[in-house]
Structure formats: structure tokens, C-alpha cells
């Protein structure tokens, strides 16, 4: 899994979904969400989960258009081939990312370590977990959690 640590920028709404922009250093990633999290606020700290399997992979820069609209470049730092499925570690301004991406794929790039590729993340594809520490619980959990006689309202996805 990979793990990242961000703030929320902006919150857009329309009828049907929530487009949520969360800066991670100097990357900006876009969510889209059936719904706004009610825990969720501009200017709250958020970890964005993605799974390794989420994540697409092209070598060099990524050219022409693709409905993809998160991606970051960087290096293939280390890579792990299996029969079946590579695991590719790849070092972005965002710290290092996991993809898993089938061996064929792998082979049909010719990826190695030290080439230049870009990582593809669909925008419904990253999870969105509150920061929470003291601070942070204080001012969430009561939207997170509305009780009714101990049971559990909120959601946190």
C-alpha cells in the first residue's frame, strides 16, 4: 500500500460526485468521490492510500492524452519480477511509490532500474483516511462519529 500525506486544497461538488484536490508536497492528485466524507474540510491533512495494483505505469514522460488525470514522474529506483506480476519501487517528489504491473508488461517496456517513467493513478482509485492525532481527532469526531445510542453513523471513505 502505498501511503501518502497531503492537505486538502479544494472540495467541488456537483450532482453525482465530489472532486477533492489533495497536495502532496508539490503534486496535486484529484479524487473523485460518490460523496464529500463529512469528516472532510479544505485545509484538513488527509493520507491518501493507493493500492500497488491501482497504479499504472508508462515508460518515459507521459505523451499524448489520457483520461488518467494524476500522474508523477520519476526513476525506477528497484524492481522485483515474478513469473506473473513485477513489483516496481519508483523514487517521485512524493517519495517513493510501488506499482505492481503484470512481467509481460514489465519485459514489453523493457523497464530497468534507473529509466525514467511515469505513474498513472486513477482518480477514483485513492483512498482518503483523516490525519488523526490529537489535535486533528478532536476537531473531526464528532463528524465522524454521530451516534444514536452507540451505533456507528459515520464513514471515514
Not at 492537505?7 to 484529484?30: G, L, P
Request: aromatic letters at 8%; one cysteine or more.
Amino acid at each position: 500500500m502505498n501511503n501518502l500525506t497531503g492537505s486538502v486544497e479544494s472540495i467541488h461538488n456537483d450532482d453525482f460526485f465530489s472532486c477533492i484536490t489533495v497536495k502532496v508536497k508539490e503534486t496535486r492528485f484529484k479524487l473523485l468521490k460518490t460523496e464529500t466524507p463529512k469528516w472532510l474540510s479544505v485545509g484538513d491533512d488527509v493520507e491518501c492510500h493507493i493500492q500497488e495494483a491501482a497504479i499504472a505505469i508508462c515508460k518515459g514522460a507521459k505523451e499524448g492524452n489520457v483520461s488518467i488525470e494524476n500522474h508523477i514522474s520519476g526513476e525506477l529506483h528497484h524492481f522485483r519480477k515474478g513469473i506473473v506480476l513485477s513489483e516496481v519501487s519508483v523514487e517521485t517528489p512524493c517519495g517513493m511509490m510501488n506499482s505492481l504491473i503484470t512481467t509481460e508488461a514489465f519485459e514489453r517496456m523493457k523497464l530497468s532500474a534507473g529509466c525514467e517513467v511515469t505513474l498513472l493513478l486513477k482518480a477514483v482509485d485513492i483512498k482518503l483516511f483523516p490525519v488523526l492525532n490529537t489535535t486533528s481527532y478532536e476537531n473531526c469526531k464528532d463528524k465522524i462519529y454521530q451516534s444514536n445510542q452507540g451505533v456507528y453513523y459515520g464513514s471515514i471513505n
